[in-house]
Every structure is written in structure tokens, then in C-alpha cells.
């Protein structure tokens, strides 16, 4: 059973930065895509990035491109968001999931991609 744990939330101040975890129990992450998608209250969840499993692909949100960045190391099995320049609008709670196919031919940037998930953490952004 995969696992997805995410790591590394809090409140900061506009400007600040942050830098959120995610590490898989169950499962390797080699070979798989992962993403990280984020929820406001009372919005929708919407995709913040994604990495593919090959090779250096990635995928950003307009509202987060230049600022955030995803990383993975798949010899720990961690999915990293790297988050500068934080504004009020990022406020949210951050998940993490990853695909349940080997080798995707696509990187998915809808939640529908994506088949296993962490219970997410938050982060709260003040101005």
C-alpha cells in the first residue's frame, strides 16, 4: 500500500519561503509522476506542479511559474516543493501524490492523474 506523507508547512510572512516534503512508504517513486496540488477554503483543489519520472520534466501552474519549484530524489523516496516569494494567495493545504501506472506517457496536471495522495499540510502566508 502506498503511503504519502508531506512535511514542512507553517505561517509565514509575504516574501518568505518555504520548502515542503513529501516522502512515500510502500512503494519506490522511481518510474512514477508526481505532483503537488493545493486546496484553498472553499475552492477547489488546483495543481501547483508536477514532475515527470523522465528525466528533468516539469510542470508549473501560471500562478506559481518563477517561483516554485519541484524537485525528487528518488534514492529517498522524497518529492520536494520548493516555494519563494510566498504570497497570501498561496495560502492553502499543500498534497502530494504520485500516479498508480508505471512510466506514464503523460505528465498529468489534473487531479484525475493522480492515484495516490497524502493527507497534506498547511501553509498559511500573511501580508
Known amino acids: 500500500q502506498v503511503q504519502l506523507a508531506e512535511s514542512g508547512g507553517g505561517l509565514v510572512q509575504a516574501g518568505d519561503s518555504l520548502r515542503l516534503a513529501c516522502v512515500a512508504s510502500?512503494?519506490?517513486?522511481?518510474?512514477?509522476?508526481l505532483g503537488w496540488f493545493r486546496q484553498a477554503p472553499g475552492k477547489e483543489r488546483e495543481f501547483v506542479a508536477a514532475s515527470s519520472w523522465f528525466g528533468s520534466r516539469t510542470s508549473y501552474a501560471d500562478s506559481v511559474k518563477g517561483r516554485f519549484t519541484i524537485s525528487r530524489d528518488n534514492a529517498k523516496n522524497t518529492v520536494y516543493l520548493q516555494m519563494n516569494s510566498l504570497e497570501p494567495e498561496d495560502t492553502a493545504v499543500y498534497y502530494c501524490a504520485t500516479t498508480a501506472y508505471l512510466r506514464p506517457t503523460v505528465l498529468g496536471i489534473s487531479s484525475d492523474d493522480y492515484a495516490y495522495w497524502g493527507q497534506g499540510t498547511q501553509v498559511t502566508v500573511s501580508s
Open positions: 510502500g512503494r519506490t517513486f522511481n518510474g512514477y509522476n
